[in-house]
């Protein structure tokens, strides 16, 4: 199994590679060369398998025996979904499951993908990742310093997935006391010594900067082996497909049937692994992408013209994990819309890369053959869902997730499950929460009064000079 760049000018590599590495050479993102299919007698076998299983039998197919071994896959696979990693189940559910259901009404489900340690469904990928750069590494006998910037859930979901991971130190920048309370903590917390949390005297933009301006100086970035653990990593969107699997098994009992899925999305990189489990066989008829007010995609799926906006045109919501205007993954789908055509990608792609938009009207039936429908949510309609799931279910589901289910509602077929994806539990954003239903969210017994513990983190201006001498006298 080999990957190859959706715009075409990059030589194919293996997995360890793609795993490793960023953006392709010629801009472009990774994906498998053909996508492994699935029979209606492998899903009957994977059907009745434990979380381990589903996801062994889903990436024996696209990591090759000369990257990781199968002994070895299953190995990293076992010590990562655990019940003791994806321990905050809500009542009644099993931890076994990892991604357990919930079930709101006949038909009608959240997947829960935000039981692991920051509550939200980034460990899902993270945690594999972790696993996976820890093995690569000490295979090619190298070790790597990521640097990333966050506004809250990528930064903490990274940090617990690399603590402690021999050859792997993580440089994390977020604007100094701009964090939730509850956020800020979960990441300031970690005391292991391949974490350096750093609060930028700036915003996340500032943070942003800082991360592109290290990146695009190639010397340092070499001789320091910066890496990323970015949206469009290849080994996060693997792992993403995997509870795809699961949640369709978990609410049908034959492979005749299909289900729809929804996913709260931003970057694109959620439900391009739903697309991706479509592609390979997995009976989903729609996929519903529901945004909030950063309603970029959902403009593509109404209109067929794909627009993304500056920084400077995002508006800061109560769904903040999903406050973005430039959706890093959406190049692999339009990848397989153009028929996998590169050329066709990058003429597309000059546009967007300079600042502009494209416009394919005429593809919207082609669109549409991939399942794709859309819709948006905002504050009011975040606010009343919590509200009215709360009231009718008695669930009490995050402002990602409303949004999420805010739309499915108004895409849902009576006869079909309808799965809707649970980016995140309600104690991760405790003040919506209390503005919704005047009460604070029910947080885990482990992770209360963590505001209280002591916390090690660096405070830092905003200048590229700076954080690179920090890195420097940290890994001399
Ligand atoms: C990251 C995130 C999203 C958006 O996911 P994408 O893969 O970027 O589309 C939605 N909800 C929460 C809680 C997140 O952390």
């Known amino acids: 199994m080999k990957y190859t760049s ?27 060369e053909t996508y492994p299919q699935f029979t209606d007698a492998d899903l009957s076998e994977m059907r009745g398998m434990n979380y381990r299983d589903l996801a062994f039998a889903i990436l024996t197919r696209l990591v090759s025996e000369e990257d990781i071994p199968s002994a070895d ?14 321990q905050f189940t809500r009542d009644n559910q099993n931890a076994e499951e990892i991604t357990p259901t919930v079930k709101l009404e006949d038909n009608l489900f959240l997947l829960s993908l935000s039981n692991g340690p920051t509550l939200a469904f ?15 590494l000490n295979k090619k006998g190298e070790t790597t310093n990521i640097l990333g910037a966050t506004s809250g859930d990528t930064g903490s979901a990274a940090e617990y997935a690399m603590r402690g991971k021999k050859g792997v130190r993580v440089f994390m920048l977020s604007p100094h006391k701009k964090m939730s309370r509850f956020q800020t903590a979960q990441m300031f917390s970690l005391q292991d010594d391949n974490i ?9 933009d500032d943070c942003q900067d800082m991360v592109k301006a290290v990146s695009n100086d190639a ?18 969107i693997v792992a993403q497909v995997i509870y795809y699997f699961k949640g369709y098994f978990a609410t049908t009992d034959d492979n005749a049937q299909q289900v729809d899925f929804t996913v709260p999305s931003g970057n694109f ?26 309603d970029v995609l959902d403009e593509f799926f109404k209109t067929g013209i794909y627009r993304p906006r500056g920084s400077e045109n995002t508006y800061h919501t109560s769904s903040p994990s999903m406050d973005i205007s430039k959706a890093s993954n959406f190049e692999r789908f339009v990848y397989d819309l153009l028929d996998q055509d590169g050329e066709k990608v990058r003429t597309l792609w000059r546009e967007v890369d300079q600042g502009g938009a494209f416009d394919i009207k005429g593809m919207m039936d082609k669109v549409a053959s991939f399942g794709f429908v859309s819709g948006s949510s905002n504050h009011a309609a975040r606010m009343q869902t919590i509200r009215e799931t709360n009231a009718k279910y008695g669930v009490i589901i995050d402002t990602h997730t409303a949004d999420g289910l ?16 649970e980016t995140a539990l309600p104690a991760k954003f405790e003040d919506a929460l209390v503005e919704a239903l005047g009460d604070v969210p029910p947080r885990p017994d482990s992770l209360k009064g963590i505001e209280d513990l002591p916390q090690k983190f660096t405070v830092m201006d905003s200048s590229a000079d700076t954080i690179k001498s920090f890195i420097a006298k940290a890994v001399d």
């Open 196 to 204: 350096y949390n750093i609060a930028v005297e700036g915003v996340f």
């Open 122 to 136: 980034k460990d899902m990928a993270m945690q594999l990742l972790g696993n996976l750069f820890e093995y690569v």
């Open 219 to 236: 010397d340092f970035k070499a001789k320091y082996k910066i890496g990323a653990v970015n949206s469009i990593n290849w080994g996060r």
């Open 406 to 421: 805010k739309v499915a509602l108004e895409h849902k077929d009576k006869a079909k499950p309808m799965v809707v994806l």
């Open 73 to 86: 896959l299953r190995a990293i696979i076992d010590k990562t979904y655990t019940a003791e990693v994806y």
């Open 269 to 294: 990189g959620n439900v391009c692994a739903g697309h991706i489990a479509r592609m390979m066989g997995l009976p989903i008829d729609k996929l519903v992408v529901a945004t909030n007010e950063n």
């Open 6 to 32: 959706t715009r075409g000018q990059s030589p194919a590599l293996s997995f360890n590679d793609v795993l490793l590495g960023g953006l392709a050479p010629d801009g472009g993102l990774y994906l498998p």
